[in-house]
Structures are given as C-alpha cells and as structure tokens.
C-alpha cells in the first residue's frame, strides 16, 4: 500500500534479538528466517550473483556446520546451528551471514539469511526455526573472501524434517455453511497419499470413542496455475510444490460443543489431534467474541507472532478469528506461505480463521488475462479511479484458495472471495475490495441480497469486513478506491434492513476509527433515521506499522500510527456490542467503542 510518507521498518536490528542462554551461547529469538524483507533476501541474492560466491578446493575439508534439534514439531522445529574453529575478522564479521538453501541449489538461489552478529570467539552458535518446505535443507556459512566476492567457509549436511514424508502440518479450521453445526478441518502434507484419503475422526471426549469418520478430498497446485511472474516461476525463490492439501467438511454437530479430532490418514501414517468448538446457534442475546484484523506478514517482537500469542491466550473466550486480507505476504514465494502457515499454526489449528483476499494475495498484472485464477473473475478489477496492481506477484489468489475454505450458505457466496455467516447475535459479511463490487456486479448483487435477508431479530448485529477501508484518511490513490467503494455500499450499509453495525477494514498499516458517520458527516445515533456506522482500520498485525504524517479530519474520531495490535469485537447481547483496539506489545486499551440497541 502506498500513503506512507515515513515508513519505520520495525523488524528488530539482529543484535538486540540475541539473548544469552544459560549454557553461555547466543541464541536468536526463534523465527528469524522468514522475517527478512523481500527486498532484503532478494539484495542478498543479487549480491551473490554480481561477485560471485569462491568454492572452496574441497568442500568436504570445509568445517561443518552442526545441528542439533532443540525441538522437533510437525511445522516449525528449532534448530540449534553451530560451527567451530571459523576464524572471522573483524571486517568479515559485518558482513558474514548463515544463508538457507534446499541441498544441492545454486549459491544464487538462497532462500533466506541469517545475519552473523560480531562476536569475539570463533565458537558459536545459533537458535533457528526450520519449516517443511519439502526439500532437504541446507545451511552455509558464507563471509567476504580475500579475492574478493564471498566464500563459503563452512556448511551443514542435508537436513530433512520429514524424511517418511508422512507429517500432517499446516492444520487450519474454518466454520462450515451451518457454523453451528458443520466445520471445516484441513491440513497439508507432503505426498498426496492418494491410496489414503484423508480422514477425521469425532468424539465429545478426549478420551474417545472417536466413532464419527469423516472422508474428504485433496489437491495441490503447480507453476502453470499462477496468473503471472514471479509466482509461476519455478525455483527455490519463487514457485516450489507446496504440497498437498486436504479439505474434509465434519458436518451434524451440536452448537456451542466443544468436539475432539483425529486428522490423517491412516494409523500406519500416524495422526494430527486438536479440538473445536462450534458456534452458537443464531440467537439474539447469545454473546459472541472474536478477534479481527488485517496485514499480518511475519515480524518478531510486538509484531505478528504478538498477535498470534494473544489470539493463543484469548482462545477459550473468542469464537473465531477475522484476517481482513494481506496474510503472510507470500508474492510468490512459496517458502513465505510455508513460514506464515507455520507460523499461524497453533491459533489456525484451534480456532475457526476466517480470511478475506488482500491485494497482496488477489492482484495480478492488469494487462494479464488470468481465466484460471480461482476466483472466478478471469480480468483484474481496475476501474479508472483505481489502485489495482500486480500486488500478489502473480498469485492471482491461487496458493489462498488452495489453504483457506469458508461458508457457503449465502445463496451467491463465493468460497473465500465473498461470503457470510451467523454466529449467535452476530452476521458476518466477508467480502472482497480486490474484486468488482460496483453497481450491477455479481458481488454487488450479492451483498444487497444478503444483508437484505439477515434477520435481525435473530441476529441483531451485522459486521461488514474487508481488505481495503471505505474511509480513511490519507489523501493518495487508494483513498479513491474507498470513494468508490462508499458510493457502491454506503447507502445500504446505513439503511438496507438496518444497515451494517460496524465496517471493519485493514490495508493501511495504523489503527484508524471514525465517528458514527453518515454522509462525511458525524452523527450521534447508530440505529434510526439519519443513524451513522464506525469504519475501523485495522492494518496493525504484524506489517511494517506506519506513521502517516496528515491532518486528521475532523470525522477521525481515534488514530494510532506505529503500533502493532488487533481488534476485539463482543456482541454481549441483543442491546449492547463492545469494540476494543488492543496494543500488543503490552496489552494495553488503546481504544474503545460501545454501541447500544
């Protein structure tokens, strides 16, 4: 997104991430590989390419690189990587770097790196995450050499997380077309096990019987899939198998129970475990929680693992999470969705994650026909008052589609494109700002006909949420596009069968949230004639934060730049819903809003 007159990039200098561990040697918080930006890692690469990487005259003479598995788990296993008797100087200690590569791959074609702080032994060592990326990985130290370019002064053995190619990873809920009663359970792995269809497993108890089974299907996608370059580029860097997906649908629960499951294969595979809870039913006065935001990518300290945590520890009082678009921020890495899905692991794996399309996982090139993308519009949305560009880096929506499923209850849905659902007092809308939502247009059709049919007296509120903001307040080409976008939907987002209680967006890096506005114009009343709806950004999950330097309209009723954090909505009943924007780094209430019926 543009509007950002100064970026602060947060991600955390390397030298402040190392922390001494008891046994004397420097660990790196867990997660650095994966956290370099894009234009980092590609610097690096390109860098390698212009001077050139010296072999060694015999790379088995090198000293290696040791590994040890600190831990061992199905999606991120931590991997201490330590090397001995490598002499740096001073000057080779600036520079000298533990890159990643898939064993084998051309110096050129590093995934990711590790910068090496200065240290002042020639012993050391290192705390990394590794994650299934199917290939066999490999580590190598590389510093400036005499003769100039780089050399390669030590290297590990080929390391591989998944030797039996049998884990289950990856495992993600999502709510069913009854979310009361049906959920989706999905998972990835690294053979398709097409003589094994992927099964789940249902019990009320930990403790079994674990008598419902349930089959479902699989599916990957390949290079040729992709709308354009650099996703349908195959290599380490861009394209790489992702594996394969499975989707299987549980169906014919009860509301509001909480369901233990088994998900694989077969027993001589082995089996992933969690557990659910499903939805209440739809119902005026039950209270429902849940978690929204949008822009997470992968960034340490108060940044996107912050946010994961905090959905980890609010997970028995929420009912579902509302990623509104720009997940991972892949743009065609593959390496990028197998970190990001890693990463999201533990709070996907418990809770029902609800996602929406962002430019960064939608937009491909606009002179680009893309009839396979999976969303069903085969041109790019561009209206002349648009921002639509190649954001996705050719993705087309491909890699979201294939991890991600949704409701489809709402006549006219589209899979995760547009769709809604009710849980308790609440009505999601989840729709797309990435595709044609103008007058006339299918989804445009579409949301009018849904939010006419919600019933309110059985589902009081209504909550509109997508990727970019209809309101906001920075004066570029992107504050077009919610032009557009309030002339489409604003009138029956303020008056159709009641209009939407709150409009939840993310796409700008900052905390942002108006007044009850109707018209440019703040009023004091939410329900009514001439009533007014909050429109809340919330592009604060882990993104690089931005300080927009603006003056703020009148109409902008609280506004936080630089700062990581994410939504609580809770409907407590018929009468009264609580919106709270929440700082990750200490917990604190940034802002609040409560409406009232």
């Keep these: 997104m543009s509007c950002a007159v100064m970026v602060v990039r947060l991600w955390l200098a390397l030298a402040a991430l190392a922390l001494a561990s008891a046994d004397g040697h420097l660990d790196f918080l867990p997660g650095y590989f994966g956290i370099n930006t894009r234009l980092s890692v590609a610097g690096m690469r390109d860098k390698l390419r212009a001077v050139g990487v010296e072999q060694a005259a015999n790379a088995e003479a090198l000293p290696s690189l040791g590994v040890e598995f600190v831990e061992r788990s199905n999606d991120i296993s931590r991997v201490r990587v330590s090397w001995q008797h490598v002499a740096l100087t001073p000057a080779q200690r600036q520079a000298a770097f533990v890159g990643l590569w898939c064993a084998g791959s051309a110096d050129h074609e590093m995934i990711d790196f590790i910068p090496v702080a200065a240290d002042d032994t020639a012993s050391t060592s290192r705390v990394v995450p590794f994650f299934q990326i199917r290939c066999k990985q490999q580590l190598r130290l590389l510093a400036p050499s005499s003769v100039g370019g780089f050399g390669v002064l030590a290297q590990s053995a080929a390391i591989d997380l998944d030797p039996t190619e049998s884990l289950v990873y990856h495992m993600r809920l999502a709510y069913g077309d009854d979310p009361a009663r049906s959920m989706w359970v999905s998972w990835t792995t690294t053979l398709e096990h097409a003589d094994k269809p992927p099964t789940v497993f249902v019990s009320t108890s930990a403790d079994g019987p674990y008598d419902q089974k349930f089959v479902g299907t699989s599916h990957t996608y390949h290079a040729k899939d992709m709308c354009n370059a650099p996703a349908n580029i195959t290599s380490p860097l861009h394209y790489s198998f992702p594996g394969w997906m499975h989707d299987v649908l549980v169906t014919g629960l ?34 429902v929680r849940f978690v929204q935001f949008g822009d997470m990518a992968l960034s340490l300290g108060a940044g996107a693992m912050a946010t994961v945590e905090h959905i980890l520890q609010l997970s028995k009082e929420i009912d579902f999470v509302l990623h509104s678009g720009d997940l991972g921020y892949a743009m065609g890495s593959g390496f990028q969705w197998d970190a990001w899905m890693a990463y999201i692991q533990p709070a996907s794996s418990i809770l029902p994650y609800m996602v929406a399309l962002g430019n960064h996982e939608s937009n491909w090139r606009n002179d680009v026909a893309c009839p396979q993308n999976p969303s069903g519009e085969p041109n790019q949305f561009n209206p002349t008052w648009g921002d639509y560009n190649d954001d996705s880096g050719g993705e087309g929506g491909v890699p979201t589609f294939a991890r991600f499923k949704a409701p489809a209850g709402s006549p006219g849905s589209r899979n995760i494109v547009w769709y809604s659902f009710d849980v308790g007092s609440v009505h999601v809308i989840h729709w797309s700002s990435e595709h044609d939502f103008t007058p006339g247009s299918v989804q445009h059709q579409w949301l009018l006909a849904d939010l006419a049919a919600v019933n309110r007296s059985r589902t009081p509120w209504v909550v509109a949420a997508m990727h970019r903001p209809m309101r906001n307040a920075c004066n570029d080409s992107d504050m077009f596009v919610g032009d557009g976008m309030t002339e489409a939907l604003e009138p029956a987002f303020l008056d159709l069968n009641g209009g939407v209680d709150l409009v939840l967006a993310g796409h700008y890096h900052l905390y942002q949230r108006t007044c009850l506005l109707r018209n440019n114009t703040c009023v004091k009343n939410n329900v009514g004639a001439g009533r007014g709806v909050a429109h809340i950004t919330v592009g604060t999950a882990g993104a690089t934060v931005h300080n927009e330097s603006i003056a703020v309209p009148e109409w902008v009723a609280s506004y936080r730049p630089l700062l990581w954090g994410y939504g609580l909505v809770t409907a407590h009943n018929a009468s009264a819903l609580q919106w709270q924007f929440i700082a990750n780094s200490d917990s604190a209430l940034e802002d609040e809003l409560w409406l009232f019926k």
């Excluded at 509001?256 to 082995?270: A, P, Q």
């Design 254 to 287: 009860n509301p509001s129970t909480r369901y233990y499951i088994r998900y694989g294969h077969d027993t001589e595979l082995g089996y992933g475990e969690s557990s659910f809870v499903t939805a209440s039913a739809p119902s005026a006065d039950a209270t």
